[in-house]
């Protein structure tokens, strides 16, 4: 199976959030969608540009334009430190302009596991699907070292701020904020990261991929 179809990816918006490997999954989504339709890539947030991408900062009609001679673009305007924000187009009307519209909602930094504050994830009204990302590479290192937001994932989960990050503690901290409709765990690569990713998944009712982005290797745990 592909990753598109463990994750369960329909035509429409789908919103990516929570720890590092956001943009490469939204890459590797990209690649194996623009098979089947046209994709458009953008944020809620904050994004690097993708450099193998057209990127289109114009109106819906350069947008659509865009999309007949790419199958995949991406759209956004322009920010402060060479990254982009959200589209001048809203996200309903995007929906419309190509088949699937992947978009980054929040940041982490890069690192593996996140919690939330008030104001994000910024998860577009039109989204179908909502996938919450989970490093495995997080697992038996120290909150503070591996978590965005780590006092507040800490009061989430239920340790202490120089605890260790474990696969309950993470659960707990998803079943609080109530976000997604199905997990990815990143990095499941070594025997350790596959058992921590399993014993995620066990704690959790969503469902639940596993694998790695890097190798192109997945499967569904849940």
């Not at 953008?42 to 993708?50: V, Y």
């Not at 199905?182 to 998944?201: P, Q």
Request: a neutral charge.
């Amino acid at each position: 199976m592909k990753l598109s179809d463990y994750l369960e990816i329909q035509p429409g918006l789908t919103a990516v959030i929570g720890g590092g490997g956001k943009t490469t999954l939204l890459y590797a989504l990209a690649d194996e969608l623009r098979k089947t339709g046209s994709v458009l890539l953008c944020t809620s947030t904050h994004i690097r540009i993708p450099p193998q991408y057209p990127l289109v900062t114009g109106d819906d009609a350069a947008v659509r334009d865009a999309l007949r001679r790419n199958r995949v673009v991406c759209a956004g305007m322009p920010a402060d430190s060479g990254k982009l924000t959200a589209p001048a187009i809203d996200f309903r009307t995007l929906t419309h302009l190509a088949d699937y519209v992947l978009v980054e909602a929040d940041g982490s930094r890069g690192l593996p596991l996140k919690a939330h504050a008030s104001y994000e994830p910024v998860i577009p009204s039109p989204a179908n699907n909502v996938v919450l990302v989970v490093g495995a590479d997080g697992f038996g290192k120290t909150v503070s070292s591996v978590c965005h937001r780590p006092s507040l994932w800490a009061q989430l989960a239920g340790v202490d701020l120089q605890g260790i990050a474990a696969p309950a503690g993470e659960a707990r901290v998803i079943r609080a904020e109530g976000y997604g409709s199905r997990v990815f765990i990143n990095k499941a690569e070594s025997d350790a990261s596959r058992e921590a990713a399993l014993d995620l998944a066990l704690h959790l009712e969503l469902p639940v991929a596993a694998g790695s982005l890097q190798r192109g290797e997945y499967r569904c745990l849940r």
